[in-house]
């Protein structure tokens, strides 16, 4: 099986940077696609930023040019740069691996953008 530890979520202010990690162990070979997702309370969980194994990615709307998703295969790791964060960027973020054998998630990281 896969497992992921995901973290280095934290408050920041507006217009403040946070880098968030995600390192997955177990049964490495069986990952394809990588995401990051957030759940603020009484919102949705949505998808925010995706890397397929050719390296493409994809963003929401909403982080598209301030977030950048990246990830390093060798050290088994997945990253979340984030920038430019605004209040609404507030919520649990979790790292999201698809694998041969469904998907798997992190434990989820609290963001917290606030003056």
């Known amino acids: 099986q896969v497992q992921l530890v995901d973290f280095g979520g934290g408050l920041v202010q507006p217009g403040g940077s946070l880098r968030l990690s995600c390192v997955a162990s177990g049964t490495i070979w069986k990952i394809g696609t990588m995401n990051w997702y957030r759940q603020a309370p009484g919102k949705q969980r949505e998808l925010v930023a995706g890397i397929v194994p050719s390296g493409r990615t994809n963003y929401a709307d909403s982080v598209k040019g301030r977030f950048t998703i990246s990830r390093d295969a060798a050290k088994n790791m997945l990253y979340l740069q984030m920038s430019s964060l605004k209040p609404e960027d507030t919520a649990v973020y979790f790292c999201?691996?698809?694998?041969?054998?469904?998907?798997?998630w992190g434990q989820g990281t609290q963001v917290t953008v606030s003056s």
């Open positions: 999201n691996a698809i694998t041969s054998d469904g998907n798997v």
